[in-house]
């Protein structure tokens, strides 16, 4: 069985997502993985080290160099580079393809995948597991949709749906037009045209941070905490969706050993090289970028709910 996989990357990013591809590798050696690595930017050393890997597993690595052009003007942050757009343009990338599992790279795979890949995707544009603050109403009260609300880092995704309804044009004129609505940029503007037409999976597929942690404190409603829960116990895909990332002395994350794992199986991933310190400065801009995005939230909040009418001077 052959498992279209898609990520995206740079030199910066490149360690993780060599991880990322060994646990994949790693844990579905009965499958051809055919992975697409989409980049604006990549040396000839680091393309050499992803090349590599494919050999010793006998798989195959594309690396795609893209024209981000199409996305001049599209709301981006230092959180949220244009990289996050590159998923968009798989449909017209593979265009031989009808399907394709796009993984953001802070991400671990620990089974096999195909249970997941061979999910009936035929009258949806993708297959997704609801967010770990689907029921935060900050976000709620902005994206206004009414299924629940889902995270676009790991999203098996139906390429032939894509180009039949030409959706990587309409997600790009609606982030244009809609800068407010869209505070996580890509995620919410699919989160608002996908509505009521995706597939929801189970949270072993995406099993993200917050979710190892007290439950009862989540952003996420009750009724799926079972799920969540068991979920936990025995994850598929890991994400790790915080600030703070597994390559960081700092990272509490339950499974942060298991990414160590994978990124020391190899040497050439260079992991020692990257695993440092968080400076405070690092702090400080996380804490400033939280702080950006709640003020938008309250501003477009308040304008949603009590706009302002203007006053007539007599």
């Known amino acids: 069985m052959k498992i279209n996989i898609a990520l995206c990357s740079d030199d910066n990013y490149s360690i993780p997502c060599l991880v990322c591809i060994t646990s994949i590798f790693e844990n579905n050696k009965d499958e051809s993985c055919n992975i697409t690595v989409l980049t604006n930017g990549m040396s000839d050393n680091t393309k050499e080290r992803f090349l590599h890997l494919a050999d010793i597993y006998g798989q195959r690595i594309n690396i795609y160099q893209i024209d981000d052009v199409c996305f001049k003007g599209l709301v981006t942050t230092s959180v949220f580079p244009k990289s996050i757009y590159y998923r968009y343009l798989l449909p017209q990338i593979l265009s031989g393809e009808d399907k394709i599992l796009y993984m953001d790279c802070d991400i671990i795979v620990r089974h096999g995948l195909s249970s997941f890949y061979d999910l009936d995707i035929k009258d949806s544009p993708c297959a997704v597991v609801i967010d770990q603050n689907s029921d935060d109403p900050i976000i709620l009260n902005r994206v206004r949709t009414n299924s629940p609300y889902w995270n676009s880092g790991v999203l098996l995704m139906n390429l032939k749906y894509w180009r039949q309804y030409n959706l990587t044009k309409k997600l790009i004129e609606f982030i244009n037009e ?137």
């Open 178 to 314: 809609n800068p407010e609505k869209c505070i996580y940029p890509d995620q919410d503007a699919m989160n608002i045209l996908f509505d009521g037409k995706v597939i929801y999976a189970g949270a072993e597929f995406n099993c993200q941070s917050r979710w190892f942690y007290d439950i009862a404190t989540s952003r996420v409603s009750y009724k799926y905490w079972d799920n969540i829960n068991k979920a936990v116990s025995d994850p598929v895909i890991v994400h790790y969706c915080e600030a703070i990332k597994p390559w960081h002395v700092r990272c509490c994350h339950p499974m942060k050993n298991e990414f160590i794992h994978y990124a020391k199986l190899h040497s050439f991933i260079g992991y020692d090289v990257f695993y440092r310190k968080i400076k405070i400065n690092h702090y400080r801009k996380i804490i400033y970028q939280e702080l950006e995005r709640y003020m938008k939230f309250f501003t477009f909040f308040c304008k949603s709910f009590y706009p302002i009418k203007s006053i007539k001077r007599k």
